[in-house]
């Protein structure tokens, strides 16, 4: 039951900064997920609302309170690390008590709420197992079951499954985010992993070096990025981005990709919403996604010919490599569509799925067709 | 290059057999990739052909000639391993030159400057040629781990997991240079790894190797859509394939407990022997189709976002299954919503030792 405000939040190392002017706002039951590669501040943003690490300005609300002088015990917050930090010599019943034992429960009253969090998690039948004989998957529920035992108004999970294998990872995504649903605590929930976050999140917050780039559902992450960083860190294959240019056409707005390696006819319109946000003849980077350019195989209205290069069939569908001009873009195609690498083939951008960046500040001229 | 050929395989390492009458054919200028979980006896196959180790029995043939009795250096192979394994205080163009000044080689200096020149043009490594491999990143180094193999100019190229300690996006973007780089040379590749996503990608054909021995070679398509066994079946796919177990009578499969009944269409039913009480049933997420009209139905227990898709986890019964939706469509957690699973794209596995049963009658018949 917690909100958890994070204002102008910095922390820096000598003069650099690991997290500079972070504002952000985690709803009460909200699902959060800090997204960014390594090094970007995610981790040492989680630490510092759990107490662990102190900030050099800014503040940390939780339901309105600062936290700045409390310590981490005094939180009320639960920590799940990436390596599970199990105690070896306790059964997994034991391991999950523990936090419990320190308060001095009942005894009656502890065992009800092991049991209630190990049917949740659905280990009941192994906790009379120590972690060595428990599988990596089994491990993360017993150090979940720890977290959650004494009703912690926010959990903060750092990586939690970055030692699990691909598989077990996909099965687990469902099932901790379950656990949120049914489970009252306030998450926050830090990986490198896009498709991990894309997946799970209510709202993700995307960090680089050290500064909030974007934070908004998966969705709007996904189709409206708000920079160049944002646009290609999210989404697999990435983003396709070539540098270009927009000029009026006739009856039609020209996106000029490359140089003249295509030109497509974008509406009218284009060019004048995007003449208010931009400067003269500034050069654009442009981007679209693979399921955003258009595959036929007969060239067509507003089609540009393409040679088909690498195909990856990767079973539902395939991703083909197309070549133009000096370009090479990555499109999605439905499985088969196009048969062999060599074959010409012919391509549209989708306006729809169409992003323009500023190639200097790599910022999303926010134009939507 | 080459065609490398291994027939019936046996090693054994102590009391633990790592490969169990192991034969593949890796064709002339293909993209072989060798694909399982961790143990499968992948590294172990490749340390074999580049002759870093010797097999029990069974024979190693390129270009047809067996090679048992030839060196690691007589084979005229190049492995390239997950770890860069440079020489840290050399340059990366001493690196490169380092394999091609051996003595057996006798390269005069002209033929290996060009050598090198075209390589790390290739792999677009020219700016990086004065520089100590200390001072790269890591996806650099992984470039010249792989100029260091391109030189030599090897019969056959041996990849052992080369991008996986690479960062998601450096992974990708290096798989298609790989790919690329294999097409223009016509190299004959065998590539190890137990990633799926790569495998399916850059794979002209697919190994699958589990506890030391082959389940199934075939191209990409051939392995996703006609898995041989379950363990295939899940291994290969994200998220992996539905797996229901149930029986099969009357053109339909009933799951119990409970009454999920699935229509199976008659063209697949024709192909199954009749009435089986036990068998699994296998379904792709795509094949799951969500809407209206379906007649089966399902309460949705979670629904994660991919991006160009949504993959929805419905609970019937007491069974879970995923199905692949459009990112558009509106779901809610905790809805029931109607489905239909595809009756023509079904998978049918023994129950106990999960054998495709369309594939096992197959075989039979054709003695």
């Given at each position: ?10 922390k820096?190392?000598?003069?650099s ?11 009460h039951?909200e699902f959060?997920?800090l997204l960014g590669?390594?090094?970007?501040g995610?981790?040492?943003?989680l630490?510092?609302?759990a107490?662990l690490?102190?900030i050099d300005s800014?503040?940390?609300l939780?339901?309105g ?6 310590q981490a015990?005094?939180?009320?917050i639960?920590?799940?690390f ?6 070896p010599?306790?059964s ?10 320190a ?10 709420r092991v049991r ?6 659905r280990?009941e039948g192994l906790?009379?197992k120590?972690?060595s004989a428990?599988?990596?998957g ?5 150090a979940i079951?720890r977290?959650?035992v004494?009703r912690?108004?926010a959990l ?5 499954m970055g ?5 077990l990872?996909?099965e687990m995504?469902a099932?901790?985010k379950h656990?949120h649903?049914?489970n009252?605590?306030t998450?926050?929930?830090v990986t490198?992993?896009q498709?991990?976050?894309?997946a799970?999140a209510d709202?993700i ?6 500064v ?6 998966p969705?709007d992450?996904?189709?409206?990025p ?6 290609q ?5 990435i ?5 270009g240019?927009?000029?009026p ?7 000029v990709?490359g140089e003249?390696d295509?030109v497509q006819?974008?509406p009218?319109?284009?060019y004048?919403?995007m003449?208010?946000?931009?400067q003269?003849?500034?050069?654009l980077?442009i981007g679209v996604r ?7 195989l ?9 040679e088909a290069?690498i195909i990856e ?12 001009g000096?370009?090479l ?12 690498a060599g074959r010409?083939v012919w391509a ?13 500040s790599?910022?999303?001229?926010q134009?939507?067709? | 290059m080459a065609?490398?050929e291994?027939r019936?395989i046996n090693k054994?390492?102590?009391r633990?057999t790592?490969l169990s ?8 200028g293909e993209?072989f990739?060798?694909l399982?979980?961790t143990?499968a006896?992948?590294t172990?196959?490749?340390r074999l ?5 010797a ?5 190693i043939?390129i ?6 009795r030839w060196?690691?250096a007589e084979r005229?192979?190049?492995?390239v391993f997950?770890?860069?394994s ?5 340059t990366?163009?001493?690196n490169?030159?380092f ?9 005069g200096?002209?033929e ?17 040629l ?9 996806g650099e180094?992984q470039?010249?781990s ?8 090897p019969?056959?190229f041996?990849m052992d997991e080369?991008l996986?300690?690479l960062d998601a996006?450096?992974r990708e ?5 790989l790919?690329?780089?294999?097409m223009?040379f016509?190299?004959t590749?065998l590539?190890?790894t137990?990633d799926?996503?790569e495998a399916?990608?850059?794979g002209d ?5 589990n506890?030391g021995r082959?389940v ?9 859509n006609r898995p041989?066994d379950?363990f ?10 539905n797996?229901?177990s149930g ?6 499969v009933?799951v ?12 697949v039913?024709?192909?199954?022997p009749?009435?089986?009480d036990?068998?699994t049933l296998?379904?792709r ?5 969500l809407?209206p ?18 993959i929805?986890t419905?609970?019937?019964n ?7 939706v459009p990112?558009?469509m ?9 489905f239909?699973?595809?009756p ?5 596995f023994?129950?106990q030792t999960?054998v495709n049963?369309?594939?096992a009658?197959e075989e039979a018949?054709?003695?």
């Amino acid at each position: 039951m917690a909100d958890i405000v994070l204002r102008d939040v910095e922390k820096y190392f000598g003069e650099s900064y690991i997290v500079r002017k972070l504002n952000l706002e985690i709803r009460h039951r909200e699902f959060l997920v800090l997204l960014g590669p390594s090094g970007c501040g995610k981790t040492t943003t989680l630490r510092a609302i759990a107490g662990l690490e102190e900030i050099d300005s800014g503040e940390i609300l939780i339901d309105g309170r600062p936290m700045q002088s409390r310590q981490a015990a005094d939180r009320d917050i639960a920590f799940v690390f990436q390596l599970f930090a199990l105690y070896p010599h306790l059964s997994a019943y034991e391991n999950i008590a523990f936090p419990l034992r320190a308060t001095n429960e009942k005894r009656s009253v502890v065992d009800r709420r092991v049991r209630e969090v190990a049917s949740a998690l659905r280990i009941e039948g192994l906790l009379g197992k120590r972690p060595s004989a428990l599988s990596g998957g089994d491990m993360q529920r017993v150090a979940i079951g720890r977290a959650l035992v004494r009703r912690p108004k926010a959990l903060l999970m750092d990586e939690p499954m970055g030692a699990l294998d691909a598989k077990l990872r996909e099965e687990m995504r469902a099932e901790l985010k379950h656990i949120h649903i049914e489970n009252e605590a306030t998450t926050v929930y830090v990986t490198h992993d896009q498709v991990e976050a894309m997946a799970m999140a209510d709202r993700i917050a995307i960090m680089n070096d050290g500064v909030l780039q974007q934070v908004g559902l998966p969705a709007d992450v996904y189709q409206y990025p708000a920079n160049l960083f944002v646009a290609q860190f999210v989404g697999s294959p990435i983003m396709n981005i070539v540098d270009g240019t927009v000029r009026p056409g006739d009856g039609c707005t020209d996106v000029v990709l490359g140089e003249d390696d295509a030109v497509q006819r974008f509406p009218v319109e284009l060019y004048r919403k995007m003449a208010g946000r931009r400067q003269g003849e500034d050069r654009l980077a442009i981007g679209v996604r693979p399921e955003g350019v258009l595959v036929a195989l007969q060239p067509g209205d507003g089609y540009f010919p393409a040679e088909a290069h690498i195909i990856e069939r990767l079973g539902p569908y395939d991703i083909v490599d197309l070549r133009f001009g000096t370009q090479l873009f990555r499109s999605r195609t439905t499985s088969g569509y196009v048969d062999k690498a060599g074959r010409a083939v012919w391509a549209r951008l989708d306006e729809k799925q169409t992003h323009f960046f500023d190639r200097r500040s790599g910022e999303s001229l926010q134009v939507r067709l | 290059m080459a065609h490398v050929e291994l027939r019936n395989i046996n090693k054994r390492f102590r009391r633990h057999t790592a490969l169990s009458d192991l034969s593949l054919d890796v064709g002339d200028g293909e993209f072989f990739v060798l694909l399982g979980p961790t143990g499968a006896g992948k590294t172990t196959t490749l340390r074999l052909i580049a002759g870093l180790d010797a097999p029990d029995s069974g024979s190693i043939l390129i270009e047809g000639e067996d090679v048992g009795r030839w060196s690691a250096a007589e084979r005229d192979v190049a492995l390239v391993f997950q770890y860069y394994s440079l020489y840290p205080h050399y340059t990366v163009r001493q690196n490169l030159e380092f394999p091609l000044k051996s003595r057996q080689r006798r390269l005069g200096a002209t033929e290996i400057a060009g050598r090198v020149a075209r390589a790390a043009q290739t792999l677009r490594i020219e700016h990086l040629l004065e520089r100590k491999t200390d001072r790269l990143s890591g996806g650099e180094m992984q470039r010249v781990s792989l100029g260091r193999a391109i030189v030599r100019q090897p019969r056959v190229f041996l990849m052992d997991e080369p991008l996986s300690n690479l960062d998601a996006k450096l992974r990708e973007i290096l798989r298609a240079e790989l790919k690329d780089l294999q097409m223009k040379f016509r190299a004959t590749f065998l590539y190890v790894t137990h990633d799926q996503v790569e495998a399916m990608s850059m794979g002209d054909k697919i190994g699958v190797l589990n506890h030391g021995r082959i389940v199934q070679i075939g191209t990409p398509h051939e392995i996703y859509n006609r898995p041989r066994d379950t363990f295939v079946a899940t291994f290969v796919g994200s998220p992996a394939m539905n797996l229901l177990s149930g029986a099969l009578r009357d053109g339909k499969v009933t799951v119990a407990p409970g009454k999920l009944e699935i229509p199976v269409a008659a063209a697949v039913a024709r192909r199954l022997p009749e009435g089986l009480d036990r068998m699994t049933l296998g379904v792709r997420a795509e094949d799951v189709l969500l809407g209206p009209g379906g007649g089966l139905e399902g309460r949705v227990y979670g629904v994660e976002n991919h991006g160009v898709e949504k993959i929805v986890t419905l609970k019937v019964n007491e069974h879970s299954l995923k199905a692949t939706v459009p990112a558009h469509m509106a779901i809610e957690v905790d809805s029931v919503t109607p489905f239909a699973i595809d009756p023509g794209k079904l998978q049918f596995f023994a129950p106990q030792t999960g054998v495709n049963l369309v594939w096992a009658r197959e075989e039979a018949s054709h003695g």
